[in-house]
Structure formats: C-alpha cells, structure tokens
C-alpha cells in the first residue's frame, strides 16, 4: 500500500503535525504569560486596597487572581486575539508590538465592560482595568513574538529547504 502524500498534513495544507504542537504550544505559553501578568498586578492590587488584613492571604488572592484572569485571557486569545491573527496575516502585518496594543486596548476594554468599571471612575476600578491591559498586553506580545519568528523562520525554509523536523510523521 502506497502512502497518500497528504499524510502528516493538517486540515490546514499549509501546516505540519509539529507546526500546529507548536502552535498550540505557543498558544497555550502566551495565554499563560498574560495570565501571570495580570494575576500579579491584581494580586498587588487586591494586597494593597486591603493592607494589613490582606497580608497573610496573599497566596490565596494570588491563586484566585490566577484563575480569574486565566479565564479571561483564555476567553479573550480565543476570541480576540485568534480572529486578529487571521487579520493581520490577511494584512500581511503581523507585528508584535501591534499584537500588544490590540490585546492592552482589548483587556482594558473587557474588564471594563464586564465590571463595568468605567461607571465607577476611581483608582480602584483604573487599577482593576490596568491589569486587565496588562494581562492582554503580555499574552499579545508573547504569541506576536512567536508569529514573527515563525515567519522568520518560513521565509529561512523557503530559501534553505524545508526543516528536517517537518517531514516527520
């Protein structure tokens, strides 16, 4: 029996098996880099709106801000961040300082709305939105990165060959 040359290829003709592990991978590493952005800054914040009687809980509201924000940060990659990607590779202007301004503007944004925090106009709720920023911005800057240095590397395989790696099966 002849193999089908299509075997090892994704849906996608344009992405190996390993490519998309390694999509997914990176996927996974930004949503975690922002997560830990933001769980840190409302941590800070949570610790310090609520200082002295905070101080022994710090743990407990860094593990509540964690997966808090983590939910967001999943909810807003998949679906933000990911349709962005499709529009800016349409563009042909995939930037990771442009990815970090999308994901500051739309985690600033989402917390806002959500808390409806632009009703309040304090620094409490200001803080409570920067960190959603700051969560937005880190995850965006992270998968920008790795989309730079994935065409980096497309335009190095056109010219050199493909990557011994994505022949395997």
């Not at 592990?21 to 610790?47: C, E, P, R, Y």
């Not at 002295?52 to 999943?74: H, K, M, Q, R, Y």
Request: proline share 3%; aromatic share 12%.
């Amino acid at each position: 029996m002849t193999a089908d040359p299509r075997d090892g290829i994704s849906g996608f003709t344009e992405y190996s098996k390993i490519r998309v592990m390694d999509m997914l991978a990176q996927l996974w590493s930004a949503v975690g880099w922002g997560t830990l952005a933001g769980a840190i800054m409302l941590t800070v914040f949570i610790v310090i709106s609520a200082w002295p009687d905070s101080a022994e809980l710090i743990l407990t509201a860094f593990i509540v801000a964690f997966l808090i924000v983590g939910l967001f940060n999943i909810a807003g990659m998949l679906l933000i961040g990911l349709p962005l990607t499709a529009l800016l590779k349409a563009l042909r202007f995939e930037k990771a300082g442009l990815y970090a301004a999308f994901g500051a503007l739309a985690g600033f944004a989402i917390i806002a709305i959500t808390f409806e925090a632009y009703r309040l106009l304090s620094l409490e709720s200001l803080l409570l939105t920067c960190s959603g920023a700051v969560a937005g911005a880190a995850c965006a800057w992270r998968w920008g990165r790795w989309r730079e240095s994935w065409y980096r590397n497309a335009d190095a395989d056109a010219q050199t060959g493909p990557h011994p790696a994505d022949s395997e099966t």
